[in-house]
């Protein structure tokens, strides 16, 4: 069964109005760079910009490339374990593994173990009994000189606190019951100062613990999550969304936070991508699409595109 296509044209839907992504107003294109990547087909993994080269952190190791197209398979190996659940970050020259995950949602074990690579060769265990929150399905960030975290859950409940610390180990919790509630998944970027935290709606903070909405739905009337979200050329993009229960390979783009504009992108429609910006441009690959009416089957991808001005 074929993937459906995305739409074309301006079409308004909420507060985002769908265009090109070669727009007038963004002069950017997308193109693809690998048919296949050498990472196996996957979703939720990583991919950073780091010291000049671009790295791809997966399941099954670790890869890395000058150009985009030519990639290095790394001799570190993937210390957290399961992708899905926890997320590697780096932070003050060096890569960081908070925590380790084995099993699924029903049955797993979790350890507060962190893991740092200096060199992105090996892995040092820096602590097996840090004080890091036993939960997953958030993502970490950094901010004035420390890694947060926001939320999450475990196998009972979700969480709306705000946690942080200033070396991975010791980690102390700075707010609880934000007005935002419970979240899980949510994606927090940083853009000209001040946090963003991306969901199906968006919140800012200047300070990591005070919070203002921005708009309560990023489109109206429509649920979207799944994505992944980058700050380039001065705008927030949201990367690989599940909208309404359908993937999309649409891409929204904000600079503000508020309004939202909605720009066809020629891969296929995914969610769980992995991106990061190098070298002046947005690098984009892996993510499933499927579980739906229309397309039961997941189908993952490992192909590689790339966002950047037109010449």
Same mark, same amino acid.
């Given at each position: 069964m074929g993937l459906p296509a995305c739409s074309t044209g301006p079409v308004v839907t909420g507060n985002a109005q769908s265009t090109p992504a070669a727009s007038t107003s963004s002069k950017m294109v997308w193109s693809k760079v690998l048919d296949e990547a050498p990472w196996k087909k996957n979703y939720n993994f990583q991919m950073f910009a780091i010291g000049g080269k671009l790295w791809v952190f997966h399941p099954d190791g670790n890869w890395f490339s000058t150009d985009g197209r030519n990639w290095t398979k790394s001799s570190l190996s993937n210390a957290i374990n399961n992708l899905a659940f926890l997320d590697y970050l780096y932070f003050k020259d060096a890569m960081f593994g908070l925590g380790n995950f084995s099993g699924n949602i029903e049955r797993f074990t979790f350890k507060p173990e962190i893991y740092r690579s200096r060199d992105l060769v090996k892995w040092e265990t820096v602590s097996r009994s840090s004080g890091l929150p036993k939960r997953f399905f958030y993502h970490p960030f950094v901010f004035q000189d420390k890694?947060?975290?926001?939320? #999450?859950?475990?196998?009972? &409940?979700?969480?709306?606190?705000?946690?942080?610390?200033?070396? #991975?180990?010791?980690?102390? &919790?700075?707010k609880d019951d934000l007005p935002f509630g419970k979240r899980s998944g949510s994606q927090i970027v940083n853009l000209n100062g001040k946090l963003f935290l991306l969901d199906n709606d968006v919140w800012t903070s200047n300070d990591g613990l005070n919070w203002n909405q921005v708009t309560p739905e990023i489109i109206k009337g429509e649920q979207i999550f799944g994505y992944n979200a980058v700050v380039f050329d001065g705008k927030i993009w949201l990367l690989g969304c599940n909208r309404n229960g359908q993937f999309s390979s649409q891409v929204l783009v904000s600079g503000d936070g508020k309004n939202w504009e909605g720009q066809d992108a020629p891969w296929t429609p995914r969610g769980g991508i992995a991106a990061a910006v190098f070298n002046d441009k947005i690098y984009m690959t892996g993510g499933k699409y499927g579980g739906t009416p229309d397309q039961p089957n997941f189908i993952y991808s490992n192909d590689l595109w790339s966002l950047g001005r037109s010449e």
């Open positions: 890694i947060w975290i926001i939320g #999450g859950e475990d196998k009972n &409940k979700k969480y709306s606190d705000i946690w942080n610390s200033p070396d #991975g180990v010791t980690w102390t &919790k700075q």
